[in-house]
């Protein structure tokens, strides 16, 4: 049965890449528009996640988010993480946010400066800039960023699997159930599973061409 987990991979794909999308756009805008000292540190934080392994990034997770960390306090709130579908979503978009920064932030660097100053002249606030100017060039970058995210959080394993773990109709994504097929020697479930996995890829991107090719046509 591969229900549950495509159900469960397109809820926490689809949190994950939404969340990404939008930190990743705020990173980009302070790593491209900020005049601060230690701006590197920033850029550092947001490209380990992509060169960690993907275990140490989980474990870290673990850590923060478990009962040496804030596990407690989100516990007596009412909400689990650690073994629970939310620890799951907060893996995938740890592993997806570097990916939509450097999408997003080529874009954005690619603005131009007069474009900007002619609509402060023109009296646009900095918000107006940010949403007319900035996000309406870029607008194919963060639409690149936004796909490549979702299908970067539909990916992750290894660290979901650290602090999600592999908990069937509750934590078990296609990935993981892919992992259990082979490792059941169930090659039937796991061909569907690679098929699935596959289509998805392919229709995303499949999406992501056609409405780059409306949006140019419309402009």
Known sequence: MIYSPLALSLWVSTLAGLIALVTGIGISWVLVKGRFRF???????????????????????LLFFGRQGIGPLLESLGLRVVFAWPGAVIAATVAAIPLVVQLVRTSLAEVSQEIEDAGRVDGCTRWQLFWYIDLGIAWRGIVAGGLLGFLRAMGDFGATLMIAGNIPGQTQTLSMALYDAVQSNNTQQANALVLLLSAIAFGVLFVALQLSKSLSKAQ
Do not use: S
């Not at 701006?39 to 997770?61: R, S």
């Open 39 to 61: 701006k590197w540190i920033l850029e550092g934080l947001t490209l380990l996640a992509l060169v960690l392994p993907p275990t140490v990034l989980g474990y870290y997770l």
